[in-house]
């Protein structure tokens, strides 16, 4: 019996340790969370009681930001969307920064494409102060969006901040657009396609903005 309290209690420890090498936030937190549950669990078994009250308190803490987390992630007084130019330096910075991560994601993008033509319209979304996304399109006239870009760094790709450009925000509309398309790539994360509301048609996914 002892041997399995101390497999379980081995199991706690690998998933706080292994939660600490997670980009994702919500990934970290549960296992975090889990992690602890079961470090709480062996110490109060063994009478530790001081790491019973440390493991304990770590518990609470992740329930905490789990909770505040689900309940932000829809909330548009959390997530922004900021209309910025093409060529705005600190877009391009961010940009820049986050080529690596882009480029695995979407290799055909570029960043800095000469946007003599003004077709680009980008956005940037953030949370608080923190930018966490890109959406990117060109117009192709007639109310037509065609995304080019959209990426979330690693830390959010558990919530769809996407959603706030497509249909949380009038920024789309306010730039004229009444459709928007995605290009249909083997890459696509169809379950977030369908999540924000696009829908397949043909070789591409749409949407239709409300009026």
Request: net charge neutral; proline share 3%; glycine share 6%.
């Amino acid at each position: 019996m002892e041997t399995v309290y101390e497999a379980i209690g081995w199991i706690g420890s690998i998933l706080i340790v292994w939660s600490l090498m997670q980009a994702r936030v919500l990934r970290f937190r549960w296992m975090n969370f889990a992690g602890s549950v079961i470090a709480t669990a062996y110490n109060a078994y063994f009478g530790i009681w001081p790491f019973v009250a440390m493991n304990a308190a770590i518990v609470i803490i992740n329930s905490y930001w789990l909770l505040r987390l689900y309940r932000e992630r829809h909330d548009p007084g959390v997530y922004k969307v900021i209309p910025l130019d093409a060529e705005d330096p600190f877009l391009l910075h961010f940009l820049e920064v986050h080529a690596k991560d882009i480029a695995s994601q979407r290799p055909d993008f570029a960043a800095r494409a000469m946007n003599r033509d003004g077709r680009r319209v980008t956005y940037l979304v953030t949370r608080g102060d923190e930018a966490v996304g890109v959406v990117a399109l060109r117009d192709e006239g007639a109310g037509v969006g065609l995304v080019e870009l959209d990426w979330v760094k690693a830390r959010f790709r558990d919530f769809t901040p996407g959603e706030f450009v497509y249909h949380r925000d009038d920024a789309l509309k306010e730039a004229g657009f009444r459709r928007v398309e995605i290009e249909t790539r083997p890459e696509l994360d169809r379950e977030y396609l369908r999540k924000v509301g696009f829908r397949t048609d043909r070789t591409r996914w749409v949407m239709d903005l409300a009026a």
